[in-house]
């Protein structure tokens, strides 16, 4: 079946402007996350999504970054102003959620999205 | 909050050779541990995770890793690689919400 994807795969924009980043789930999975990858290093949270809920956006790094999602279907992250240490990968992922504890079940993961804020 | 520490960022191999990729975890009451695999201009893909049971678990691509909870670690082992097996290696533990990962070890196999 068709994974999660990512569009666009790739994104350039001039410093300021604002940027949406869509992530299409695994239909079916209720939970969404969204983590940022900067060059050379690990998966920072940015938020969690229960359904269309968010319950958890304390991985959000400013006021310039927000998230919705449809449902329990696309999500779509804003970051307005881009600013240059926008620049990274952001990764999206997807899972059942059949536990309680949620991030026990295995996270399917997007290709990302590559921005770069010149 | 639980963390995880990946000691090396990278580590280069010869094909067939046997390669040992290091986590160390933070310690706490339950433990929980993954392994996630990125394969150039790929998203992640989970190896092997370690919920309970068995402290040797076996994943995909051959790849094993043992939980030792005397040592906090979750090595990551491959008795033989390929050249396909060059990738970023995360360990990762559960947060509250999401996963934490590591910051990746680079596997560079070389023929």
């Known amino acids: 079946g068709a994974g999660v994807s990512q569009s666009p795969s790739n994104k350039v924009t001039e410093k300021g402007k604002d940027v949406e980043l869509r992530c299409d789930p695994i239909?079916?999975?209720?939970?969404l996350y969204w983590y940022r990858q900067r060059l050379g290093q690990g998966l920072e949270f940015l938020i969690y999504?229960?359904?269309?809920?968010?319950?958890?956006k304390s991985g959000l790094p400013s006021d310039r970054f927000s998230a919705e999602r449809t449902g329990e279907s696309v999500s779509t992250l804003t970051i307005q102003r881009t600013q240059q240490e926008d620049s990274a990968v952001y990764l999206c992922?997807?899972?059942?959620?059949?536990?309680?504890?949620?991030?026990?079940?295995?996270?399917?993961f997007g290709p990302g999205t590559r921005l770069t804020v010149l | 909050a639980q963390s995880v520490t990946q000691l090396d960022s990278q580590v280069p191999v010869f094909e067939e050779a046997p390669v040992e990729l290091r986590c160390n975890y933070s310690?706490?009451?339950?433990?929980?541990l993954f392994w996630y695999v990125q394969y150039p201009n790929q998203g992640l893909q989970l190896l092997l995770k370690?919920?309970?049971?068995?402290?040797l678990v076996k994943g995909i691509n051959g790849f094993e890793a043992e939980f030792n909870k005397s040592q906090t670690s979750f090595h990551l082992r491959k008795p033989s690689v390929h050249i396909s097996d060059t990738a970023e290696y995360f360990c990762?533990?559960?947060?509250?919400?999401?996963?934490?990962f590591g910051s990746g070890t680079r596997l560079q196999v070389q023929p």
């Open positions: 992922a997807s899972s059942l959620a059949t536990s309680s504890g949620g991030a026990m079940d295995t996270q399917y």
């Open positions: 239909s079916g999975h209720t939970a």
């Open positions: 999504f229960q359904g269309n809920s968010a319950p958890d």
């Open positions: 310690s706490s009451v339950s433990v929980y």
């Open positions: 370690y919920l309970s049971g068995s402290t």
């Open positions: 990762a533990v559960p947060g509250r919400r999401a996963l934490t």
